[in-house]
């Protein structure tokens, strides 16, 4: 397994709480995303043996099946929300070429690892076309434009490109999404930046790549497999990734076939474990390549978000 060290992200709504998680980040930043698997450009994780994820992908793609993708697919973040996050949406891949010049559009999911004093998400929107998405907009009716949720730990939600949304304040959030940084702001609560600007906004862009039919957005965990005293759990599963929650106690040997996986990005949310002889704390992150997928062996008593590209 490789381990996989964090880059972070400073963000307006971001606080030093990460620092309390165990994140290694400095008191003075307003950290918002710990980039913990990424290989995204110019914010890429550091694998093990000290070169960045990006360049290891590149350089060693028979450790990844021969994934097809030149790029590195998927991303993974811890997001802390000391502040509602902007309302925004992500174009599908088909709009990140043509508005964007890029591969991938931004499909993510979230797991709720907390939600303190929070109780609701926004996920979708009312608004059945275009002209009347710009109305609501134009009127800052948030009320009508806006669908709501409501969360607790341990919730989850599937949010495809072109969904309309929104994190608020107190929540702290697993995220599994193509590997993309391309976000469309709707509304930011008139906030202004560390200039004294208020952020910029794309209503043109957003109104273009929403999806007016997106619906049924909350999933609920679907038990897959019992191996021994420990569970699987299937979380997430469309066309692009999956994810599934393993709850491990004291032991799990499991092999699994590269044709159906190419590999694992594993993250610890709780208890201690030792995977594949190294061990993990709470937030580490690894990367279980396809030559190790026939043979992995956990010990522990743990919960461990697994994910993994289609």
Known sequence: MLKIESVFSEKIWGSSKLK???FDIPLDKKIGEAWIISAYKGNSSIVNNGITLREFYKNNKELFNNYPSKEFPLLVKILDANDHLSIQVHPNDLKAKELE???FGKTECWYILDSKNTKDIIVGTNAKSKSEAKELIDKKEWNKFLKTLPIKKGDLFDIKAGTVHAIKSGTLVYELQQSSDITY???DYDRLDKKGNKRDLQIDKSLEVIDYDSVNHKRKPILKKSIGSSKIYSLISNELFM???????????ISLDKKERNFLLITLISGEVEINNKKLKVYESGIITSNQLNKIDIKGNATILVGNPK
């Open 101 to 103: 010049n890029y591969p």
């Open 243 to 253: 994810l599934e929650k393993w709850e491990v106690k004291d032991e799990l040997k």
């Open 185 to 187: 702001r709707i509304y």
């Open 20 to 22: 309390e998680l165990g």
